[in-house]
Each structure stands twice: as structure tokens, then as C-alpha cells.
């Protein structure tokens, strides 16, 4: 059994076909989890939806994949990796809440589409200056809610302080999936 899964995986890498590691799953499992802190959603008023959790996933691996691109080409395949686990991870929990077949690539495509501009409106903010940050946050992590601006502040600085630790990590803590993210602070 082991020299078919061996002949597989040598197949998919002479055809470009990678399959991410143990380790990607593991980075993508901590990022949701730090993004499932119940502070987010409680103290930051975030709202408790699909589309908020989706978000919250978002801003977290925009931190790790805002840090991988600092590392080149090593940095940039890893990037790729959790990205593919991402989505594929969305994929599968459409499936579980009962999205039709059919549509669940339109509906996985169309989150790409978002998660990419909120790559976008998170470097745009964070070059541009803090009006413009905060507006990307409002619009993003709350969409029809409108938040106070003490919240959408508590985000903000928790962004920026999640960047600067990201600091810290070195390629290697973030290929082993030895990151941590920060505490939450209560409002």
C-alpha cells in the first residue's frame, strides 16, 4: 500500500502536483482556532456568523502570508500551501452545511475573489494610513454591522500588533508551524 501512495506522490511532483504537509495543516488548524477566540466575537463585537468567522480566518492568515512574503520563493510555495488548505477546508465545510455540489466551486471561487481583496485592502490600509485601514475593517470583518469605533480601534490595534510579532517568526517556526498568534486584550 505505502509503494502506491509513494508512486502517487511521485507522480504528482513530476507533474507540479503538490499535496501540503502535515505542518500546513497544523498553521492553518492555529489559525483558525486564534481566529475562533470567543473575545473577537464577544469583547470585539464581531459578529458570530459564517461570514464573520470567514473574515476573522482571513485577517489571520493575511498576518502569516504578509510575513511569508518576506522569505522569497520558499516563503511564497508555503504561502500557496496554506492557501490550498484554506480552500480546500472551505470547500469541505460548504459540503457539510449542506451546499449543493453544483455550486459549491462558484461559491469557493467567489470566497478566493474576496479573500484576495481583502489582501489588497489590508496592504492598501496599512501603506495608506490608519482612516483607511479602519474603513477596510469596518467594511470587511463586519460588513452589515456597524461597529463602534472602540471596537473597530481594538481590532486595528490588535492587527498591527499580530504584524509586529510576526516579526519574530522565522521561516522555519512558520514551516514547522511554530507561531504563535498574541493574547486577545479585553476592551
Not at 474603513?135 to 498591527?160: F, K, S, T, W
Request: with cysteine.
Amino acid at each position: 500500500m505505502n509503494h502506491i501512495k509513494s508512486f502517487f506522490n511521485s507522480l504528482g511532483r513530476f507533474l507540479g502536483i503538490t499535496q501540503p504537509s502535515d505542518v500546513t495543516n497544523l498553521l492553518y488548524g492555529k489559525i483558525v482556532a486564534q481566529a475562533r477566540n470567543i473575545l473577537f466575537y464577544e469583547a470585539y463585537g464581531v459578529p458570530d456568523t459564517v461570514a464573520g468567522r470567514f473574515d476573522l480566518i482571513t485577517l489571520h492568515a493575511y498576518v502569516v502570508m504578509r510575513r511569508l512574503k518576506e522569505f522569497g520563493e520558499v516563503g511564497a510555495e508555503t504561502s500557496q500551501n496554506l492557501f490550498d488548505v484554506m480552500f480546500t477546508d472551505m470547500d469541505r465545510n460548504m459540503r457539510e452545511m449542506g451546499v449543493g455540489d453544483l455550486s459549491v466551486g462558484r461559491k469557493v471561487k467567489k470566497l478566493a475573489i474576496s479573500f484576495y481583496g481583502r489582501v489588497k485592502a489590508y496592504d492598501e490600509g496599512i501603506e495608506q494610513g490608519d482612516d483607511t485601514l479602519i474603513a477596510a475593517l469596518r467594511r470587511n470583518i463586519y460588513g452589515d454591522v456597524e461597529p463602534n469605533r472602540q471596537c473597530l480601534m481594538a481590532v486595528q490595534e490588535y492587527l498591527y500588533r499580530e504584524i509586529e510579532r510576526s516579526r519574530d517568526w522565522t521561516l522555519e517556526n512558520i514551516s514547522t508551524g511554530a507561531i504563535n498568534f498574541g493574547p486577545i486584550k479585553e476592551r
